[in-house]
């Protein structure tokens, strides 16, 4: 049997049930790991290995003493890491960021609750682009994490600490959020299945917020399959969040053979533009001619304000960001640089505590929601949200799922964009159209550029499609083996 850092989530679950190995030497096996190599990746930002260990143990009690194995949590014993944005009670949140150093939740995210309740064991929390604002994880406060294809490039960003810890082998999967990309472009980075799901199947309750029209939680693994067991345990209404819809949790369980026969794929004009580097186009047309070889049915299709789409977010995110960081203000949370004025006490706190770019995000938030400016900036973004959105409905008449490239190119060098920020603005240029239709995406391995780095296929469906989308994922995934590689270390 392969080590147990490279199971993958159902061959850890399946080898659990048979008694091939304990929750235990697998907490332990992965802690190892993160020891061994988290200095040189930095994709953890904490690691609980005392209560990872004592969650196992618990598992493996409560597994020992079972009458009936088919009544036991679904997850029980499942090692998951959690990115810094999503509150684990007891356990720092720093959302990357200096302003709320110190802070230290008092109670579990939903998602995270419905994992703890699933059986999960967690290993600790991941790095992010300070609030979750960036394409490559350098924006955060506490160092970069780096991808382990190749150390010397970015991860992606904001969920890239959770991608790298699932790539190099320190977690079989994690969560990640996703408010424009961030669960996958990290994902096609690093060579993993990463699910944006539709906006309101996950509740946002202790989520960070960072644009609260366009957050969701996410899943970082290695295949469809292993993503979906791990939404369907987190997944679901919660009075908690007024954006989750009342319906039941997905069950979607991707066992046997997967059809994609008859399936109707799209394949967008708009998305094959100039900037999009010649391998990713290769690897995205192959993978798409691989489905039609499987029975898909690919037509070509349009979405015409794509291009409008950068622009519109990059108003959308910030005007809702400026919003929600305004509670970090030196009172409540993390940070306070003391001073007897109130005012300056408020200032210098926010001007210590928050990186460049969410300074710059604030500020151009601010500066479209501003009374005189608001019709001009906000009110036509989303207007023009709406255009997307519809978009997206007139093309899921006619096709099951979209088709597309992830990101424009592979993983790129750290500091490539340190100066530009249009240029970090346009890593986002295909995923963010989803962000603002609400609707899922999955990011999957496509196969590798000439210097051996992974490259990614986005697929799209309508609204509360993820059975379909995983579905379809799945079927090529038992036809090709990209998503099985992994990085040397
Ligand atoms: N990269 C995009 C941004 O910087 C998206 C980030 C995200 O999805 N959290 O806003």
């Not at 079972?66 to 009544?71: E, L, M, R, T, Y």
């Not at 819809?245 to 533009?273: D, M, T, W």
């Not at 995923?431 to 992974?454: C, E, H, Q, R, Y």
Request: negative net charge; glycine residues 10%.
């Amino acid at each position: 049997m392969s080590e147990l850092h490279s199971l993958s989530v159902s061959q850890i679950l399946n080898g659990l049930a048979a008694g091939d190995f304990s929750s235990r030497e697998l907490a332990q096996a992965y802690l190892k790991r993160i020891a061994a190599l988290n200095p040189r990746l930095n994709a953890y930002l904490y690691v609980d290995a005392a209560g990872a260990l004592a969650a196992a143990e618990a598992a493996d009690r409560q597994r020992a003493g079972a009458k009936d194995p088919a009544g036991l949590p679904p997850l029980l014993g499942l090692p998951i890491a959690v990115k810094d944005v999503l509150a684990v009670a007891g356990m720092p949140a720093t959302c990357g960021s200096r302003i709320l150093e110190g802070f230290v939740p008092s109670y579990n995210a939903t998602s995270v609750q419905r994992l703890l309740d699933a059986g999960v064991v967690i290993l600790g929390k991941t790095n992010t682009d300070e609030f979750a604002m960036g394409s490559s994880t350098e924006n955060s406060a506490y160092g970069i994490t780096r991808n382990p294809w190749d150390e010397e490039r970015v991860p992606g960003g904001s969920s890239g600490g959770s991608a790298a810890a699932v790539a190099a082998g320190l977690a079989p999967a994690a969560l990640g959020t996703d408010t424009g990309g961030s669960v996958r472009q990290p994902a096609a980075f690093c060579g993993l299945s990463g699910l944006k799901t539709s906006y309101g199947r996950v509740s946002r309750y202790g989520l960070v917020a960072f644009g609260s029209s366009l957050d969701t939680v996410g899943v970082l693994a290695h295949s469809a399959q292993d993503a979906a067991l791990v939404l369907n345990a987190m997944a679901g209404y919660d009075p908690r969040d007024a954006t989750t819809l009342e319906q039941p949790a997905p069950n979607i369980h991707l066992n046997g053979n997967a059809s994609v026969k008859g399936l109707r794929i799209g394949v967008p004009r708009e998305y094959f533009i100039e900037g999009l580097q010649p391998e990713v186009e290769a690897a995205v047309r192959a993978a798409i001619a691989q489905f039609e070889q499987l029975g898909a049915q690919v037509q070509e299709v349009s979405l015409p304000h794509t291009a409008y789409a950068l622009p519109v977010y990059y108003i959308i995110a910030p005007a809702e960001a400026s919003a929600n960081l305004a509670r970090f203000d030196g009172v409540r949370y993390g940070l306070r640089i003391e001073q007897d004025n109130l005012i300056e006490m408020f200032s210098r706190t926010r001007g210590q505590g928050f990186g460049p770019e969410v300074k710059r995000r604030v500020m151009i938030g601010t500066y479209a929601l501003s009374a005189g400016y608001y019709d001009a900036y906000y009110g036509q973004a989303q207007k023009v949200r709406t255009l997307i959105r519809d978009d997206f409905a007139r093309v899921f008449e006619q096709v099951d799922l979209i088709a597309a490239p992830a990101t424009p190119g592979s993983a790129f060098p750290i500091g490539a964009h340190a100066e530009d920020p249009l240029q970090m603005y346009l890593e986002d240029v295909f995923t963010l159209p989803a962000n603002l239709a609400g609707v899922p995406g999955l990011s999957i391995p496509a196969g590798f550029d000439s210097t051996g780095l992974p490259l990614g296929l986005q697929l799209l469906g309508p609204y509360f499609s993820e059975e379909r989308l995983l579905a379809a994922a799945h079927a090529y995934q038992q036809a090709s083996d990209h998503h099985t590689r992994r990085p040397q270390l």
